[in-house]
């Protein structure tokens, strides 16, 4: 069985992590979903809230896993005897700092090996950091979030 881990910090989860997993389903017979927790950054959504969404969003699809951690990424993949990484690359910006991480899981641990797909079309611009302002300069975000992730990000923020 083929599993990837799509890391990140889905502050929130949007429709450009979104594709990126709808693709990587195409490649992997699992994927986990996994927030990476910062301990010196300050989130948006708890850890537990962001958690509780991608449950609820995904609750019907098998193959796709929510999980937290806050340690090395490698070491995740090493306990959960994941072999991949999924990764989406929006633009040069991004290529730069993947291809550096990359590097550094591959010498952490040398089994692990990492596939990106790059964002297509209307998705290339969007970061949760964008998302987030706009939400809270109540802007409609409806067409940037899946629709259970935007029910739910009301819910916290009332
Ligand atoms: P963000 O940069 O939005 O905070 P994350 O830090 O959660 O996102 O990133 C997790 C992964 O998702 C990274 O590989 C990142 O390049 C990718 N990603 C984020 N937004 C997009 C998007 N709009 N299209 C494709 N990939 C994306």
């Known amino acids: 069985m083929k599993k990837a881990l799509f890391a990140g910090s889905f502050d ?14 195409q490649l992997f017979d699992e994927v986990t979903l996994l927030i990476a927790v910062s301990p010196s ?12 969404m991608l449950r609820s969003t995904f609750s019907n699809t098998k193959n796709i896993k929510v999980d937290s951690w806050s340690g090395l990424l490698v070491e995740y ?18 290529f730069e700092i993947e291809h550096h991480m990359d590097s550094m899981n591959f ?13 297509r079309g209307e998705h290339a611009y969007l970061s949760s950091s964008l998302v987030r302002e706009v939400f809270l300069h109540q802007g409609d975000i409806s067409k940037f979030v899946p629709a259970e992730i935007l029910t739910q ?3 916290v923020n009332k």
């Open 12 to 25: 929130p989860f949007t429709n450009g992590h979104n594709d990126i997993l709808t693709r990587g389903l």
């Open 41 to 52: 950054k300050k989130p948006f959504l708890s850890v537990e809230d962001r958690v509780a």
């Open 77 to 94: 993949a090493k306990q959960k005897q994941i072999k991949y990484m999924l990764r989406g690359l929006r633009g040069l910006g991004d």
């Open 107 to 119: 010498n952490l641990y040398s089994d692990i090996e990492t596939v990106f797909l790059a964002s």
């Open 153 to 155: 990000m009301k819910r």
